[in-house]
C-alpha cells in the first residue's frame, strides 16, 4: 500500500480555558476555537488567534449551546431563533476578532450537545447551516460522514470536511459513546495511532462493541480538554508523519 496518497488534517477544540494551546499548536493544522457558547471571551480568543497565526494553523468557530456552567455538554431547550441569535453571535465575534489578529475564520465545528444533535436531528442540523449561510457561505463545516447536519450543508452548497475523533470511542451506528460512558475516552497515545491510521488508510473504525464500521475522514480531532492531549498529539504527529501521510488542511 502506498500511503504516500494520503493526507489528513489534525484539528483541536482550544480556547476553552485549559491554556494550553502553545503546546497544542505545532502539531495541529487546523483549530476550532470556543467563541463565548460555553466557553472563552474576546481575551481567549485574541489570544488562540495570534498563536494560529504563528503557527500557521487554520481557525474555525467553535459555536455552542450559550451554557458556561455545562460546558455546552448538555441540551438546553431554547427557542429556535433564540440558538440561532446565540450562535451567530458567537461566530461573528470570532471573525470580527481575526481580523485584528491578522488572520481569517475558515470553518465552523459546533461543540458538545449541539454537534451530537445535529448528527442527527434536523432542526439543529438546520439552524447550524443557516448560521454559516447567514454570516458566510464559504466556512466550511467539520461533521460526521453521512450525518444529517453533512448532508444538509451539502444540499445548501456548503462545503463539508468530515470529521472522525481520536480519543472517542464510537457506538456500532457510529455516534460518540457518552462522556458518562466507561472507555468513553481514548487516552493511550499507541492505541489512537492505530485507530487513526486505520481510519485514514482503511476507511474503517472499531466500535465499542470490537465491530469494524466503514468511515470516511478528512479531519482527526483530539479534543484539547483530554488528560494528556499534548502527548497524544506528539506521538500522533509523529507516527503519521513515519508513515509518510502528510498533515495539512484538505
Do not use: W
Amino acid at each position: 500500500m502506498d500511503l504516500k496518497q494520503y493526507q489528513i488534517d489534525l484539528n483541536a477544540d482550544v480556547g476553552e480555558g485549559i491554556n494550553n494551546e502553545a503546546f497544542m499548536m505545532p502539531y495541529i493544522s487546523s483549530c476550532n476555537i470556543a467563541c463565548g457558547g460555553h466557553a472563552g471571551n474576546e481575551v481567549t480568543m485574541l489570544k488562540v488567534l495570534k498563536l494560529a497565526k504563528d503557527y500557521d494553523v487554520k481557525v474555525g468557530a467553535h459555536p455552542a449551546f450559550p451554557d458556561k456552567e455545562n460546558f455546552g455538554r448538555v441540551k438546553i431547550e431554547m427557542p429556535r431563533e433564540e440558538l440561532f441569535k446565540s450562535l451567530k453571535l458567537q461566530v461573528y465575534t470570532l471573525i470580527e476578532l481575526s481580523a485584528k489578529a491578522g488572520c481569517r475564520v475558515t470553518h465552523l465545528k459546533p461543540h458538545g450537545a449541539l454537534y451530537n444533535l445535529a448528527v442527527n436531528e434536523y432542526n439543529y442540523a438546520e439552524i447550524i447551516i443557516d448560521v454559516i449561510l447567514d454570516i458566510n457561505p464559504d466556512l466550511k463545516l467539520y461533521a460526521p460522514h453521512k450525518s444529517v447536519v453533512a448532508q444538509l450543508a451539502k444540499k445548501s452548497g456548503v462545503g463539508v470536511i468530515f470529521e472522525g475523533f481520536a480519543d472517542r470511542s464510537y457506538n456500532n451506528d457510529l455516534t460518540l459513546v457518552d462522556r458518562s460512558q466507561p472507555n468513553a475516552i481514548i487516552i493511550t497515545p499507541e492505541k489512537i495511532c492505530k485507530r487513526v491510521l486505520k481510519m485514514i488508510t482503511e476507511h474503517e473504525v472499531e466500535t465499542i462493541s470490537g465491530l469494524l464500521k466503514p468511515i470516511t475522514v478528512n479531519t482527526i480531532c483530539v479534543h484539547g480538554d483530554t488528560n494528556n492531549a499534548i502527548e497524544i498529539l506528539r506521538q500522533l504527529h509523529e507516527f503519521l508523519i513515519s508513515k509518510n501521510i502528510k498533515i495539512g488542511t484538505v
